[in-house]
């Protein structure tokens, strides 16, 4: 009888956890067919003000931001794999343009800031680099973007190549990195004398910026657009409307981003 009582009282728990853990995974099948999101590749010197926007537009609207990060080939390269996606911002124009060849982005884009490049020294510039000619002097070392990676890369080679010094610096090159935020730390940890990033990435306690001469049209336009395979394109534009808004142009400001457009930069082209 002690035995058929227990037999009993087990089969009683074990239904009870059963039906439970039914009733568990009903809410949370029906909670997350009920949360919108919208997912993003985002170039990784962006990260700042897109994740502060994130969390403003789903407070704005109760829709989750999901982001992606890296460097904008690799994003390229994650598109034309997965076809999923809501929105594509990379850190310039270029990138974005392979993107519409590729037909990975349904239109032409709307442009949110500039990403304005500077030559990054350490602190109190010991090596006295005052100019890109400068990576060329003896004993400089360089990080710099990868080419095919990222904006600040590509910019940076079609720089050299004007001033004719493309090899010259190539030669001082210890580090290409896949993304901006490596050269970051790079510059922060003192592994190299000098690297190309961005004003907004300048880490003043350890760097000091010297800042490119306006006529070399250095600065790369932040484009933001829809994927061409969004399954809901009505909230995938909604989000790319917030970002390159009056409200979403404010956050970039605050990180350190001159906001599209600036005369300063009237003379680049999208």
């Excluded at 598109?79 to 392979?98: C, N, Q, V």
């Excluded at 500077?118 to 973007?145: H, R, S």
């Amino acid at each position: 009888m002690h035995c058929t009582n227990t037999l009993i009282m087990l089969a009683v728990i074990l239904a009870c956890g059963i039906f439970l853990a039914g009733c568990t995974g009903t809410r949370d099948a029906a909670a997350a067919g009920s949360s919108e999101s919208v997912f993003v590749y985002c170039g990784a010197g962006l990260k700042a003000p897109m994740q502060e926007i994130g969390s403003v537009f789903e407070e704005h609207y109760g829709v989750a931001v999901e982001y992606t990060y890296a460097g904008s080939g690799a994003l390229i390269t994650q598109m034309e794999l997965s076809r999923k996606g809501d929105a594509f911002i990379p850190g310039g124009t270029p990138d974005y343009a392979i993107a519409l060849n590729k037909g990975l982005v349904s239109d032409q884009p709307q442009y949110v800031a500039y990403h304005v490049p500077v030559i990054a020294v350490a602190k109190d510039n010991p090596k006295n680099i005052t100019c890109v000619e400068d990576f060329t002097k003896p004993g400089i070392t360089v990080a710099l973007g990868g080419i095919n990676q990222t904006a600040i890369g590509k910019a940076g080679d079609k720089l050299f190549r004007k001033y004719g010094i493309a090899d010259a610096v190539e030669e001082h090159v210890v580090l290409r990195a896949p993304t901006i935020n490596e050269l970051v730390v790079a510059m922060n940890m003192g592994t190299v004398d000098a690297t190309l990033i961005t004003i907004d990435t300048v880490n003043l306690e350890t760097m000091e910026a010297v800042r490119l001469p306006l006529k070399d049209n250095m600065a790369l336009i932040v484009p933001i657009g829809t994927t061409a395979f969004t399954k809901q394109p009505d909230l995938a534009r909604q989000y790319v409307d917030f970002v390159s808004s009056d409200e979403g142009k404010a956050i970039f400001a605050n990180h350190g981003f001159p906001t599209y457009p600036d005369p300063t930069y009237a003379g680049i082209e999208p």
